[in-house]
């Protein structure tokens, strides 16, 4: 990458964001496809894992703020505004809409992939070395390891992703929708929760669970996975 894009990317991702710096760099510069796609999955890169880093221990008794996550939705925002494509790839391996995967704070990966969803995001954009689509790969995430601590924001990733067109590749979604309701309501996601029910104890049925999609404010059952 340029000099300059480097630069900017260092001011758009320091904490919090050089916003002066910012946008001097685009006031002087045309930056291309490829060099916006960069600034965004850094932008993305950064917040990975950092809500959990964040809670340990030794990060908080250092007194070390780690947290990007808090500026991310702007950084994203402000790159939209610019032109960023969200599906574009940096070296045809990177893109932000599979990094954000990996931004595990609370809620936040899944708002800004409903902002690069409405802005022309793919649901099923395909990276070169993957043999699946970005539904697919997160459908296949939010299919087990449901005592993972990062587990709660695939599902909400999951659930954007479907409200968006994400499906399987015969057209079909893998859940059940009920009561007249369909996947748009997932477009605000912030208004559904989950819980596991597991099976019965059994040797045919170990690790096997069905998942509970309700609306919180009415505790009504929409889903079921």
């Not at 510069?29 to 965004?40: G, H, K, P």
């Not at 409903?114 to 997160?138: K, Q, S």
């Not at 587990?151 to 859940?175: E, K, S």
Request: glycine share 6%; net charge negative; hydrophobic share 40%.
């Amino acid at each position: 990458m340029r000099e300059i894009v480097e630069e900017t990317t260092k001011n758009l991702t320091s904490i919090p964001p050089d916003w002066e710096k910012v946008r001097l760099s685009f006031s002087h510069e045309d930056f291309s496809q490829e060099e916006l796609a960069y600034m965004a999955y850094e932008s993305a890169s950064w917040c990975s894992y950092a809500f959990r880093d964040a809670q340990a221990p030794l990060v908080k008794e250092a007194g070390i703020d780690s947290m990007h996550s808090g500026h991310l939705l702007d950084c994203l925002q402000f790159l939209l505004e610019k032109g960023l494509n969200p599906n574009a790839t940096v070296n045809g391996d990177d893109n932000v809409l599979w990094e954000l995967m990996w931004v595990d704070a609370p809620n936040l990966a899944a708002k800004a992939l409903r902002m690069l969803l409405e802005n022309g995001g793919d649901p099923y954009l395909r990276l070169p070395d993957e043999p699946e689509t970005l539904f697919e790969y997160v459908a296949f995430m939010a299919s087990f390891d449901e005592h993972s601590p990062a587990f709660f924001h695939i599902v909400q990733f999951w659930l954007v992703l479907m409200a968006y067109g994400g499906c399987l590749r015969d057209g079909t979604i893998p859940l059940k929708m009920l009561n007249g309701n369909s996947v748009d309501i997932f477009k605000d996601f912030e208004k559904y929760d989950y819980f596991i029910e597991p099976f019965p104890q059994g040797p045919e049925n170990m690790g096997c669970w069905i998942m509970h999609i309700y609306e919180i404010a009415t505790k009504t059952e929409v889903a079921r996975y």
